[in-house]
């Protein structure tokens, strides 16, 4: 039996087609970041022609490129963090060997949980902040505390993720490898 990443499901014939499934709460999450980054791209490109050919931008969109970004990249966290896609610097890989590597590894896991949690936490403090102060955007108004505590949700999912890969460490089930970008031989 191959060894599967997280984001891969336990379905009949999946293994004999190469095929990797993807659980349906990933799919979600696929979909809004595809939409977002679609977006920016289409409200820069309209916004560029507005601005060169009609001498007429659209207003707020520094300020929606910008919610979008945050909306892209932690909606982006837990996806690249359950296939361990993060880049990794190999330096030393030729010396850790064995267990070492997988406790290295797991130790790695372990302090990305954490630092995850930590953003996650902070992003939740600033969410409720901007709240409570009634915080909007500049130019449009617009109140940044529901995509804040998003962005904070998905990163509690994240650590969520990382700390169930921590678990499959400790229980020596099949995890990801972190340094060879490939799967964990150890």
Request: glycine fraction near 10%.
């Amino acid at each position: 039996m191959s060894e599967q990443t997280l984001s891969e499901m336990d379905t009949p014939g999946a293994e004999e087609k190469g095929a990797r499934q993807t659980p349906w709460v990933f799919t979600p999450l696929k979909v809004v970041a595809a939409t977002a980054i679609f977006g920016m791209s289409a409200l820069t490109f309209i916004d560029v022609l507005g601005r060169y050919l009609f001498a007429s931008p659209i207003p707020g969109t520094f300020e929606i490129v910008g919610l979008l970004l945050g909306l892209v990249a932690f909606t982006g966290l837990p996806l690249v963090s359950s296939n361990q896609g993060h880049i990794t610097v190999d330096l030393f890989d030729n010396f850790i060997r064995g267990s070492a590597r997988r406790v290295r590894d797991f130790l790695v896991l372990l302090g990305t949980a954490l630092t995850v949690a930590f953003i996650g936490h902070r992003l939740l403090t600033a969410g409720l902040d901007e709240a409570a102060n009634d915080f909007v955007t500049e130019d449009l108004g617009i109140s940044r505390a529901p995509l804040i505590y998003l962005m904070s949700a998905l990163a509690f999912l994240t650590c969520v993720l990382l700390l169930i890969m921590c678990w499959r460490y400790l229980t020596k089930k099949p995890v990801t490898g972190i340094s060879s970008g490939g799967k964990h031989s150890g």
